[in-house]
């Protein structure tokens, strides 16, 4: 390589997600094209540097003391939203809740269940985001991958979807991504959106510094078909405190940065929650939320079948 790609050195990452914790980042940067994309990819692959990417790092736990690495988040033209007709087609950087705003006003019907999900298309692509019924997969039409290598393009198939997951991995970086959607009423298409958000304004808490849901819906029969929050609901976690952090009085699997918690204060919450559950339905809840840097998982984390 020519020489290092300009990087920022010490970046604080906590702003960049809706908890507001971790610690700084060593290199940082904002690629706004893919071939910028993939330069930076290129170097830290020829530098051994561990890569994270950060989306609206809505579903993102930092670990306190940073990471040592190449963070990345995607800005300009990689998060911008351009129509073709009925196809859309967007940065990866670009933020669901626009995306889906701002194609409802174009009169696009496929892709209002994202008025609910705070992220990027990217992290909503990479963590298969759904609310509502609403399936990612069915509008979803291709992608484009970046990694070390080059730029690639992925159809859906390819992803391996499956809940709240698919099978991107570390250095695989959803550069953009075409939705196909169907033409209809702008005001009809803005109502469900409405509804949608009313609907979760009821369920979930609102202004809070939060990454949404902590642990993903059990797939164990000895939960009884309840979801994580019922089961953390029914052994009295709502209210769980751990210094800063504790689980919402008003939905007891969304974890709530309410007095300057650190990323240790949150995952010894995770871990009483889980322990408690565990405890009471013999289920044991996995995260949902995503991790980026050394994350310090307390001692008792761990728990035997
Ligand atoms: C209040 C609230 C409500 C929520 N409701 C929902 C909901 O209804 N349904 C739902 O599914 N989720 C929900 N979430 C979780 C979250 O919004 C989704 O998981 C979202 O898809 C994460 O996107 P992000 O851009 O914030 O990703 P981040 O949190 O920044 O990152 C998550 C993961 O995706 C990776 N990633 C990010 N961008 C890219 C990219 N361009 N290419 C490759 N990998 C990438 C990151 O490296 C990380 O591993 C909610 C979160 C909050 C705070």
């Not at 579903?59 to 306190?64: R, S």
Request: a negative charge; one cysteine or more; glycine letters at 14%.
């Amino acid at each position: 390589m020519s020489g290092a790609p300009s990087t920022a050195e010490d970046f604080p990452l906590d702003r960049l997600t809706t908890i507001r914790i971790g610690g700084p980042a060593d290199h940082y940067a904002e690629p706004e094209s893919e071939e910028d994309l993939v330069t930076l990819l290129a170097w830290a692959a020829d530098e051994a540097l561990p890569l994270g990417i950060v989306g609206s790092g809505s579903n993102l736990l930092i670990a306190d003391s940073g990471f040592r690495g190449l963070v990345l988040k995607l800005r300009g033209p990689l998060a911008e939203v351009e129509r073709v007709e009925n196809v859309v087609e967007c940065g990866g950087g670009a933020r669901l809740p626009s995306v889906s705003a701002k194609v409802a006003g174009w009169g696009l019907s496929g892709l209002e269940f994202g008025v609910n999900i705070p992220g990027t298309v990217g992290g909503a692509v990479r963590m298969n985001a759904n609310a509502y019924g609403g399936e990612l997969g069915r509008v979803l039409t291709r992608v484009s991958i970046c990694t070390a290598g080059g730029v690639r393009e992925a159809t859906p198939d390819d992803l391996g979807f499956s809940y709240r997951d698919s099978n991107l991995g570390q250095g695989e970086v959803v550069s953009r991504a075409w939705f196909s959607l169907s033409p209809g009423e702008v005001e009809m298409i803005k109502g469900t959106m409405a509804e949608m958000r009313g609907k979760r304004k009821e369920a979930q808490p609102s202004g809070i510094k939060t990454f949404g849901s902590t642990f993903v819906n059990p797939n164990d029969e000895r939960a009884g078909g309840k979801s994580a929050g019922m089961l953390l609901d029914e052994t009295g976690c709502r209210g769980l405190t751990v210094g800063g952090a504790r689980l919402s009085q008003k939905h007891a699997n969304f974890v709530e940065n309410f007095d300057s918690a650190t990323a240790a204060e949150v995952l010894k919450v995770m871990s009483e929650a889980r322990h408690r559950v565990h405890a009471e339905f013999g289920v044991i809840l996995e995260p949902e939320v995503q991790t980026l840097g050394d994350i310090d998982w307390p001692t008792d984390w761990e728990i035997e079948e």
